[in-house]
């Protein structure tokens, strides 16, 4: 019998190498390659054609009962899975620690739990007592869920095969589980991976939504090989900054609901409260117009949420090089943007310091805020404020056009229904809105005109 070759797989990005080095030579990452479990070579002559049992086709147009999904009782959290929790489904979800992954499935759990649905929290990282000792603290002792400490598969699994399946299961966290059949310590890539086929194989043929919580690397992507995110059906991550109360659970991943979903939670002594009206949240402590600040009707999935950008323009006399510092946006089109307006609209910012923040500690990634952004460095330029009740939506390029973006009508309806009178956006950016006023900028010069000019 041929001797089974080593191979040593990645962390980071799941390539596959021959022997073990320092660097990953695909994504250039250090000290990420670990030894897989060795494979059983296969002769070139062995034939899978024949020897396997036959498998039944469906027709997709057969008439049948198609899953039901089943609310959690958190509507946030439904909002962000596209409706509920589809039976045989596999979530995993990450986040940062102590950002309350936790304690959103424990809630989560205990509504269903206490509406009829059985349900199986597995915790690989706490005790048994530790996870009772937080359900007391958030007024969730009373829940039936079945409780268990455990960080092995077979276990679990030989365990959940002699009762009835659960409506709900919850691994927290899929790096502590472990397989006596795959080599390596909890946590590596083959761990990792052979644990969750096994975890997601058992959801899938009894009907049961499975939640894996993952854990993250530095730079805040799930840890493990990214073929993980490839097995499962919905990838969520749960955001926030510890110094704010806010947390956005987000959809990466759905196949059973669109994409980039947002549930809103804030952080309270009894857990996470849902947050109905996010744009109320980002905009409160406005109260009179100030310079550098402009309201950004922005879209999360079907969901617009309203957010403040503020920004400040501070000169130098001494003839220093000026910083620019930015929270909440892209620093790389920030000075795009700001190119822009020296070199199209004669603004002179090269000797100024930029400061640029998104309130409330929001995090944008829409290109529409590109003319909220610019209407706020141009006010704090000018030491004007911008005029009141107004938002501003539109994409700059960089020959200073005004471009049209998706979801125009939604903005403004938005924008209207918070009590804004009137919304400065690119031109087609829809059918008008009752109730508020709409003008349309088609090149930024035009915007800057307006803002020194007070109109």
């Not at 060795?38 to 086709?57: K, M, W, Y």
């Not at 424990?106 to 597995?122: E, K, P, T, W």
């Not at 930015?326 to 000075?335: E, I």
């Amino acid at each position: 019998m041929a001797k089974p070759k080593r191979r040593y797989v990645c962390s980071a990005c799941g390539s596959v190498a021959t022997r073990w080095q320092g660097q990953c030579a695909d994504c250039g990452e250090w000290n990420t390659l670990t030894e897989d479990a060795p494979q059983t070579v296969f002769s070139t002559r062995h034939d899978l054609s024949s020897g396997g049992r036959p498998i039944a086709f469906e027709p997709l147009d057969a008439p049948g009962m198609l899953p039901q999904r089943r609310t959690t009782g958190l509507a946030e959290f439904d909002r962000a899975l596209g409706g509920g929790l589809v039976p045989g489904s596999a979530i995993l979800m990450g986040g940062d620690p102590g950002i309350g992954k936790s304690t959103l499935l424990l809630q989560a759990s205990a509504r269903i739990a206490r509406s009829g649905g059985q349900v199986v929290y597995i915790s690989g990282e706490e005790a048994a007592g530790q996870v009772r000792l937080r359900a007391e603290r958030l007024g969730l002792a009373s829940a039936p869920i079945s409780l268990a400490s455990a960080t092995s598969v077979r276990d679990i699994l030989t365990t959940l095969g002699s009762m009835d399946a659960p409506a709900l299961l919850v691994i927290d966290s899929i790096q502590t589980m472990h397989s006596d059949q795959i080599e390596g310590a909890p946590g590596t890539v083959s761990q990792v991976r052979g644990c969750a086929f096994e975890l997601i194989r058992y959801a899938k043929e009894n009907g049961v939504a499975l939640v894996l919580v993952g854990h993250v690397t530095k730079d805040g992507s799930i840890a493990g090989p990214r073929v993980l995110e490839h097995m499962v059906d919905v990838v969520m991550a749960f955001e926030g900054e510890r110094s704010h109360q806010y947390r956005i659970l987000r959809s990466l991943k759905n196949r059973f609901g669109p994409v980039d979903e947002i549930g809103v939670f804030a952080m309270a002594g009894q857990g996470l409260e849902e947050v109905s009206n996010p744009s109320m949240l980002f905009l409160s402590g406005r109260e009179d117009p100030v310079p550098g600040s402009a309201v950004f009707p922005a879209m999360e999935g079907t969901r617009p949420v309203l957010v403040e950008i503020q920004a400040l323009i501070v000169r130098l006399q001494s003839g220093a090089t000026p910083r620019r510092a930015v929270v909440g946006w892209d620093s790389g089109r920030l000075a795009m943007l700001l190119a822009v307006l020296e070199a199209r609209c004669g603004l002179n910012l090269s000797t100024a310091e930029v400061y640029l923040n998104v309130a409330g500690g929001y995090r944008l990634s829409d290109p529409a805020a590109d003319l909220a952004v610019a209407a706020a460095l141009v006010s704090g330029l000018a030491d004007r404020p911008l005029p009141a009740a107004s938002t501003w939506f539109g994409e700059v390029s960089l020959a200073g056009e005004v471009r049209p973006v998706a979801h125009g009508g939604i903005r403004l309806r938005e924008a209207a229904k918070l009590g804004f009178e009137s919304a400065y956006a690119p031109v087609d950016s829809g059918p008008e809105v009752s109730g508020i006023r709409r003008y349309d900028i088609a090149m930024l010069p035009r915007l800057v005109d307006r803002i020194m000019g007070g109109t």
